[in-house]
């Protein structure tokens, strides 16, 4: 693919990000980051507290995107087949069974939004492990295939009522866990608050032009992608090295303030984890117009892609937030390139 | 018969009594030898009052003898002898004796060490003296023994307390200095201990200038400078010696310095403000020489000399300098 299809492609994705900006205000890093997962082709995780845009963001990006869009609700009493069929009984009188959500686009799925994914039952959290690591699901003794489709799926950490924790087998599926807070800014406060356009959300969302991106291409494009930019030696070793402080922070002198680093990691990130950093760090090169990757592009997506697949010992997992967002600017800070 | 014992018994009393009236051979005082035979060079005691009990005291005689006369050796004093002064034990003992002989042509010098300590004391302070000493010289020509006489040293015992009611004012003596405690070992440790300290500081300063004699040599820039102008002209030493800066920066900084954080590095430490654009320069070209390899083949010779100037540039501001004044 020629230098100038990489820049028309680009400016869709820049024309997409401005474009969910204008609606989804201080929200700039978490735009970018979805951004780049959707070039990456992975699943994004939104973490945040009640009522600060999750929703709203990913539906933002959905409109973007195009494509078939399916969504469901996190809930204790939500099975699996809920996600696959449902059963009705029809005008006729006789009990039908239509597709559920995630086959209702067919091929054309391109985005399964879950909503409070941490209020679904572990066995909802097992099928959506295979959907998301293999884009199949054997349903009415037929394999469908989702090549475009991504997950987006939100949760909010607060709330610890009938809520289940998503496994790290599951975690590490996402390519990014990003977290959503709150802007500090006071004219952008003053405006979600004040300016009535923020109050309804559907109507926000409608002023996302549809289909910016074509979905379909995305997944060929993505590849040409990931095989234009470089990573040069240094850069390998470096992230190597990056990962291999993940596993044991303390070989590269990495503290956390008021953590036994000797027993705080029971496991670090995973080759999948890691090839995803890279992944990602691709991306966020080709947005920036580079042709290989720095170490800058690593930072700018090192947490995102990290943090929500390190296991800690449980003593510490009420402070993962912290402690994970300590150690991996610990690591970024104690490892050099070159 | 009876008369024959008689003289019997008289001649061997007149026998007995000759014998007895005889002078002892070392009681004889013989002739003074003339003094243009023997010179004498005494070195005595430097003070001569303020001795007390247990005191000791030296004198070297150096006596020299010319020829034909010789010292009779076995009239060198001997130790044990217990010395009397009018029928009364003087108390003042000789403890040592040594000797050693240098001969001339003309001449033999005799150089004779006498150690002598006090053994008297008194209720207050008392005359003694160091005696003299006679000495037998033998003419060697004519068997003739004369003798020669070392002058005495006069000096005073004082007592090792004061002895009744007195006046301390009044009884001290002018000749009499205080008494110093012998401080030569204590100055000899001293000594030793300063030279220890001077060592000490010496490497003190030496660590402290990070392996280097002058201050600041072993700063961070200082020590890439040096090693960046022994690196070689080629892409290789381009790529070593962006590395050797980058190693600097990271130790000034305290933390791996990036792209992205110039900024920051800058506000922590100011003295670095003035070459900001030179470091942001820097990182595009590291840019290019690690993570670039295409771009990096439009790097020319010019690099490496840049880079040599911009890392003493830095080195300027790590020792507090401006780098425009001093390129």
């Not at chain 2, 005889?22 to 002739?31: F, G, I, T, Y």
């Not at chain 2, 403890?95 to 150690?115: A, F, G, N, P, R």
């Not at chain 2, 654009?277 to 439009?298: G, H, M, Y």
Request: glycine share 6%.
């Amino acid at each position: 693919m020629s230098d100038i299809q990489l820049a028309d492609w680009r400016n869709h994705a820049l024309t997409l990000e401005s474009e969910v900006n204008k609606v989804i205000v201080g929200q700039h890093i978490p735009v970018r980051l979805i951004t780049t997962s959707i070039f990456a082709r992975g699943h994004v995780l939104l973490e945040g507290d009640v009522g600060v845009g999750k929703t709203t963001l990913l539906r933002a990006f959905t409109r973007g995107i195009g494509g078939g869009y399916q969504r469901i609700e996190g809930t204790i009493d939500l099975m699996p087949n809920d996600l696959v069929y449902h059963t009705y009984l029809g005008e006729d009188g006789k009990p039908h069974v239509s597709p559920g959500p995630i086959l209702m686009s067919g091929e054309n799925l391109s985005v399964f939004f879950f909503n409070e994914i941490n209020r679904a039952r572990p066995q909802v959290h097992s099928l959506l492990l295979r959907v998301m690591a293999e884009r199949t699901l054997t349903a009415f003794n037929k394999e469908h295939h989702f090549p475009h489709m991504l997950v987006f799926a939100d949760r909010n950490q607060v709330e610890k009522e009938e809520t289940f924790d998503i496994p790290s087998a599951a975690r590490d599926r996402f390519m990014m866990e990003i977290p959503i807070v709150v802007p500090n800014d006071d004219s952008i406060m003053e405006s979600l608050v004040f300016d009535t356009r923020f109050h309804d959300a559907d109507a926000l969302v409608s002023n996302v032009p549809e289909n910016i991106l074509q979905f379909d291409q995305l997944n060929k494009f993505a590849s040409i992608l990931q095989n234009s930019i470089s990573a040069s030696p240094t850069l390998r070793s470096y992230v190597l090295n990056l990962w291999r402080a993940t596993k044991t922070p303390t070989d590269f002198g990495v503290k956390v303030s008021g953590v036994d680093m000797n027993r705080l990691v029971l496991s670090g990130a995973s080759p999948r984890g890691m090839a995803m950093v890279l992944r990602a760090a691709r991306v966020n090169a080709w947005l920036n117009e580079r042709t290989a990757v720095l170490p800058e592009d690593i930072h700018d997506v090192f947490h995102a892609t990290v943090a929500h697949r390190l296991v800690f010992s449980p003593v510490y997992e009420m402070r993962r937030t912290e402690i994970a967002r300590d150690m991996l600017s610990g690591i970024i800070h104690a490892i050099a390139a070159p | 018969m009876r008369t024959s014992i008689q003289t019997k018994f008289l001649l061997a009393t007149s026998v007995l009594i000759s014998l007895i009236s005889q002078p002892a051979l070392a009681d004889v005082v013989l002739p003074e030898i003339n003094a243009k035979y023997v010179t004498i060079k005494e070195d005595n005691p430097t003070r001569d009052a303020g001795y007390v009990v247990g005191d000791i005291l030296e004198r070297t005689i150096t006596l020299t003898v010319k020829k034909p006369y010789e010292l009779v050796k076995e009239s060198i004093p001997i130790v044990g002898y217990e010395h009397r002064w009018k029928g009364q034990i003087s108390g003042i003992e000789l403890s040592k004796v040594s000797s050693e002989e240098i001969k001339h042509s003309d001449s033999v010098t005799h150089v004779i060490h006498l150690t002598y300590q006090v053994f008297t004391t008194g209720k207050l302070a008392k005359p003694a003296a160091l005696r003299a000493e006679i000495i037998k010289m033998r003419n060697t020509e004519k068997k003739e023994t004369l003798q020669y006489r070392v002058p005495s040293f006069n000096f005073r015992v004082s007592p090792l307390s004061v002895f009744g009611s007195v006046k301390l004012k009044e009884e001290l003596s002018p000749f009499t200095p205080p008494f110093l405690i012998d401080s030569s070992k204590q100055k000899l440790t001293l000594k030793l201990l300063i030279g220890l300290l001077g060592l000490s500081l010496l490497g003190l300063l030496y660590i402290f200038g990070m392996h280097a004699w002058l201050p600041r040599m072993g700063a961070p820039f200082a020590k890439a400078y040096r090693d960046i102008r022994k690196m070689p002209e080629t892409a290789s030493g381009l790529q070593q010696a962006a590395a050797r800066i980058h190693e600097s920066l990271n130790k000034t900084a305290g933390t791996s310095l990036f792209g992205n954080n110039i900024d920051s590095f800058i506000q922590d430490k100011p003295a670095f403000s003035p070459v900001k654009q030179d470091i942001e320069k820097f990182f595009a070209l590291s840019r290019k020489v690690f993570f670039e390899p295409e771009s990096a083949q439009n790097l020319n010779e010019h690099s490496k000399a840049w880079l040599m100037k911009f890392c003493r540039h830095l080195r300027d501001c790590e020792r507090g300098l401006r780098p425009e004044a001093s390129a």
